[in-house]
């Protein structure tokens, strides 16, 4: 009879442990914190791809704020937001040392807003958008434009401060029709005078001017070079002079898929370039479906380009003149099924 109640006894303790068990885990098992989510790349910065809009027309980017915990949220938040000076500076410094030219610099405020200080989390949601609004409008690309944010302290929420998660450095990249790296191993460029040896770059990033034009630099020059500035050269993209839709092989039918061919009109920014174009440039853009993922569609980019310049800056006393020909390639391909446009497009 003993042993019988010293069993049922062990049995209740038991019963007893695990019960209180479930309750711990009914209950918040960490401080709630809050912080920002801004997907990191190129170390502390966040790139965010912003479609760039003619007329210097609004584009409205809503970055996430979140607060943390085991459980639903029960309590409403209301988090203030501001601009960071100090984090940026010191990111650069760490970084680059003594190379300024290539700091990332801060958005002067007349290219972005905020129509609200604060962002509200409400009970029952871990997640809500700050909405920020930009205009590039004249944003020269050359720099890399950094909006630097950080959650502000408040008494009404705990900061989440493990790795800066309070933190933000959105690097704005407004996106074009045509803009991204291209391949420049086709594109072949000549010390004036000699048309046989010729030298190439393996690629040239071409960012945005406007919704129909991009900038690259001429021949070889280096993209992080200190005197980058001053090889620029447009590339504005004319309407199609030609537009073929592609007809399925086996139906006869219309694909919704297109050939489109046209002009280019190439200038420079910097009159010491002595930039000339040669012959008339020309763009091809083609579309496929993606065998393997039939809901990718995959456009390629051909521009065909032949121009002359002068190196003026690289040194004190001698010039240096190149003939540039050949072709400059790109592949882009956007999911058809993600309805946001810069998350379609694979970066």
Known sequence: MKHRYFYLSLLIVALLGFSGCNDEWESELYTRMVSLKAPINQGEVSIIYLRYNPNNEVVTYKLPVIVSGSQKNDKDYTVRIGVDNDTLNDLNIDRYADRSDL??????????????QTCRIPAGSDVALFDINFQFSGLDLVEKWVLPLTILPDASYTLNTYKGRQKALLWVMPFN????????????????????NYMTANSRDARVVDDNTIFFYAGITEELAENRSHFKVLCK??????VTEIMDDNTGEGTGLYVKKGLLELSATEPALSFEVIGTPTYEIKEELDVDRPHVIKRFFTLTMEYKYT????????????????????QRNVDTLIPDEDQAIYW
């Open 103 to 116: 700091y990332y610099k801060q958005l002067p405020d007349n290219f972005y807003d905020f129509p609200s």
């Open 177 to 196: 029709d045509y803009s991204g790296t291209y391949s420049a191993s086709s594109m072949y460029v000549y010390f004036q005078g000699n048309d046989v």
């Open 237 to 242: 993209f004319l309407e199609p002079t030609e």
């Open 311 to 330: 190196d003026t800056v690289s040194s004190a006393n001698i010039d240096f003149p190149y003939r540039c020909k050949g072709t400059m390639l790109m």
